[in-house]
């Protein structure tokens, strides 16, 4: 198969001919329609992810056809269309026991813990575990879309951040999880307050049901900027980003009792920022991480996009090639434009 490999970290990857994935006994193989290209790939790529064996291929929020699939399969079949959360569980531990897949300590993860999906075929474990059926009303490029960035945000915002109608939320960081998250909060009915440095960015932030957006580069403090709009704080604050910066800025901007939703990694030396412990006690403030999202709450998000409340497919940015995606990916810490960036030739 053709597919992006990097043989050294922080290298250009290059196009290749390797050797086809074969399924576990219970797991399949995904012929890949289409992939996202995900800042998380990047961070693989720089090697702030350790575990990485070279060489690797990318990739893990993606959609597809069923092309071969484990003798231990029994809900999924050769040609079914489905897509996958990044995290896969192992289905037998006691935190995918308590439906807590999103944590298991046996998961594996496309992209990091064996090759993604920048190829035409990409292996899957546990799928009777992982696998969601994509409803034939969801074409693929908007189905790749999801499965990182969306059901993220949709996890951070629902079950996490336990968003409701009326509160204030606040978005710092407008890519592809911040955008998502601003949609999904909107949808809920919150008064969205949309955070980053680019203006095109903002705009698409506003589109999509922002209240009100904020160019951290044009204000003194972007926390006090937030308890002006909001007469207090932000109920819900959530750093869509990873960055001291924002982390912190999310943190300050929260009002007593307020809940802050790390869902932007922060890696390498970015790992520890000073975190303000005297307002999270004075405040009672909530610190809630917030990683990925289980296969079986996909479809209380699908049934929202199927009714209209939430529409993915206003995030795609451009569609792109397998070659294409090389750059892309080697270049987002410099060029990141608006929307979720798709490879849907290969």
């Given at each position: 198969?053709?597919?992006?490999?990097?043989?050294?970290?922080?290298?250009?990857?290059?196009?290749?001919?390797?050797?086809?994935?074969?399924?576990?006994?219970?797991?399949?193989?995904?012929?890949?329609?289409?992939?996202?290209?995900?800042?998380?790939?990047?961070?693989?790529?720089?090697?702030?992810?350790?575990?990485?064996?070279?060489?690797?291929?990318?990739?893990?929020?993606?959609?597809?056809?069923?092309?071969?699939?484990?003798?231990?399969?029994?809900?999924?079949?050769?040609?079914?269309?489905?897509?996958?959360?990044?995290?896969?569980?192992?289905?037998?531990?006691?935190?995918?026991?308590?439906?807590?897949?999103?944590?298991?300590?046996?998961?594996?993860?496309?992209?990091?813990?064996?090759?993604?999906?920048?190829?035409?075929?990409?292996?899957?474990?546990?799928?009777?575990?992982?696998?969601?059926?994509?409803?034939?009303?969801?074409?693929?490029?908007?189905?790749?879309?999801?499965?990182?960035?969306?059901?993220?945000?949709?996890?951070?915002?629902?079950?996490?951040?336990?968003?409701?109608?009326g509160q204030w939320v606040a978005v710092h960081?407008?890519?592809?999880?911040?955008?998502?998250?601003?949609?999904?909060?909107?949808?809920?009915?919150?008064?969205?307050?949309?955070?980053?440095?680019?203006?095109?960015?903002?705009?698409?932030?506003?589109?999509?049901?922002?209240?009100?957006?904020?160019?951290?580069?044009?204000?003194?403090?972007?926390?006090?900027?937030?308890?002006?709009?909001?007469?207090?704080?932000?109920?819900?604050?959530?750093?869509?980003?990873?960055?001291?910066?924002?982390?912190?800025?999310?943190?300050?901007?929260?009002?007593?009792?307020?809940?802050?939703?790390?869902?932007?990694?922060?890696?390498?030396?970015?790992?520890?920022?000073?975190?303000?412990?005297?307002?999270?006690?004075?405040?009672?403030?909530?610190?809630?991480?917030?990683?990925?999202?289980?296969?079986?709450?996909?479809?209380?998000?699908?049934?929202?996009?199927?009714?209209?409340?939430?529409?993915?497919?206003?995030?795609?940015?451009?569609?792109?090639?397998?070659?294409?995606?090389?750059?892309?990916?080697?270049?987002?810490?410099?060029?990141?434009?608006?929307?979720?960036?798709?490879?849907?030739?290969?």
């Open positions: 198969m053709k597919a992006v490999v990097y043989e050294s970290f922080s290298a250009t990857p290059k196009i290749m001919n390797v050797e086809d994935p074969t399924p576990e006994n219970h797991g399949v193989v995904i012929k890949v329609e289409a992939t996202g290209v995900c800042r998380s790939d990047w961070h693989g790529w720089m090697r702030h992810d350790p575990d990485i064996v070279l060489p690797h291929v990318p990739g893990h929020e993606f959609a597809g056809i069923i092309e071969a699939v484990g003798k231990n399969v029994q809900g999924f079949k050769v040609g079914d269309r489905v897509t996958v959360p990044f995290v896969s569980g192992c289905g037998s531990c006691p935190e995918c026991h308590g439906g807590n897949h999103q944590v298991c300590g046996n998961q594996t993860q496309p992209g990091f813990t064996h090759w993604g999906s920048f190829a035409e075929y990409v292996s899957i474990h546990h799928a009777d575990v992982n696998l969601v059926t994509l409803p034939e009303t969801i074409d693929f490029t908007t189905a790749a879309s999801l499965g990182c960035r969306f059901v993220t945000s949709f996890r951070a915002v629902v079950d996490q951040g336990k968003v409701s109608a960081g407008c890519g592809g999880v911040g955008l998502s998250a601003i949609m999904i909060a909107n949808s809920i009915g919150a008064n969205v307050i949309a955070v980053d440095v680019t203006d095109d960015k903002l705009e698409l932030a506003k589109a999509l049901g922002a209240y009100a957006t904020i160019n951290a580069t044009n204000v003194a403090d972007v926390a006090e900027a937030i308890k002006e709009i909001t007469r207090g704080g932000a109920h819900v604050s959530i750093d869509a980003l990873g960055h001291p910066t924002t982390c912190i800025n999310s943190i300050k901007s929260l009002k007593k009792l307020g809940k802050h939703v790390q869902v932007g990694l922060l890696l390498a030396e970015q790992a520890t920022p000073p975190i303000p412990m005297n307002l999270v006690i004075a405040h009672e403030l909530e610190i809630i991480g917030s990683h990925g999202m289980q296969a079986f709450r996909y479809d209380a998000m699908l049934a929202m996009i199927k009714s209209g409340k939430l529409s993915p497919e206003k995030l795609l940015g451009q569609t792109i090639s397998l070659e294409e995606s090389i750059a892309t990916l080697t270049n987002m810490d410099k060029i990141n434009p608006p929307g979720v960036t798709i490879v849907t030739h290969f």
